[in-house]
């Protein structure tokens, strides 16, 4: 039960990157304790290959990121000047953003393998809860890619729908987890 409040402590706009660092590695810890008779070989790798593909695309990004922050008169000059209007993300902001999504990815793709490996059916149930708050910050990132278009602010609307639908959903999955635990229990 821990892993769910760890995981839906808060919506992907304000989960920091070492609280979702801290519940992952709990959450593969758990993954790696437990029996996976189901869990083919070919299943095992491609997990692995998600992890990898993960570091690979955060690693430099983040430290892109930091560097920019560090230096950012240097950083700048290996690219040429862009005409970016007053609104528009600075490079760090969208390291954040980028890495923010994929976090939840990778956090959506343990929560299902933990449902596959534990029995417990209804941790699946909670990644399908997740759906909606990744189609929410992609809404958010699809709307600052375009530098905040006022045309595309339908996108802030759909992207409030979908956190308020996302956070339901979660909420109605972490109960359904928490009676089949209880359920369990009996």
Same mark, same amino acid.
């Given at each position: 039960m821990a892993? /769910?409040?760890?995981?839906?402590?808060?919506?992907?706009s304000?989960?920091?990157?070492?609280?979702?660092?801290l519940?992952?590695?709990?959450?593969?810890?758990?993954l790696?304790?437990?029996?996976?008779?189901? #869990? #083919?070989t070919s299943?095992r790798?491609r997990?692995?290959g998600?992890?990898?593909?993960a570091? /690979?695309?955060?690693?430099?990004? #983040?430290?892109?990121?930091a560097?920019?922050?560090? +230096?950012?008169? *240097?950083?700048?000059?290996? +690219?040429?000047?862009?005409?970016?209007?007053?609104?528009?993300l600075?490079?760090? *902001?969208?390291?954040?953003?980028?890495?923010? &999504?994929?976090e939840w990815?990778?956090? !959506?793709?343990l &929560?299902?393998e933990?449902?596959e490996k534990?029995?417990?059916?209804?941790w699946?149930? #909670?990644?399908?809860? !997740? /759906?909606?708050l990744?189609?929410g910050? !992609?809404?958010?990132?699809?709307w600052?890619f375009?530098?905040?278009?006022?045309?595309?602010?339908?996108? &802030?609307?759909?992207?409030?729908a979908?956190?308020?639908?996302?956070?339901m *959903? !979660?909420?109605?999955?972490a109960?359904?987890?928490f009676?089949?635990?209880?359920?369990?229990?009996q």
């Open positions: 892993a /769910v409040g760890a995981i839906s402590a808060g919506s992907l304000s989960h920091p990157s070492n609280c979702s660092i519940s992952s590695s709990y959450l593969r810890r758990h790696r304790s437990l029996p996976s008779p189901t #869990l #083919l299943e790798r997990w692995q998600l992890n990898s593909i570091l /690979v695309v955060s690693g430099p990004s #983040l430290a892109l990121a560097y920019a922050c560090a +230096f950012p008169f *240097t950083a700048l000059a290996a +690219f040429p000047p862009l005409e970016e209007p007053s609104n528009a600075s490079l760090p *902001t969208w390291a954040i953003h980028v890495s923010s &999504v994929i990815v990778i956090a !959506m793709a &929560v299902w933990y449902g534990s029995g417990f059916k209804a699946k149930g #909670l990644s399908w809860g !997740m /759906v909606p990744l189609g910050a !992609m809404c958010a990132c699809t600052h375009f530098y905040n278009s006022e045309s595309l602010e339908i996108l &802030v609307a759909l992207q409030s979908l956190t308020l639908v996302g956070n *959903t !979660m909420c109605i999955a109960f359904r987890i009676k089949a635990y209880q359920g369990g229990a």
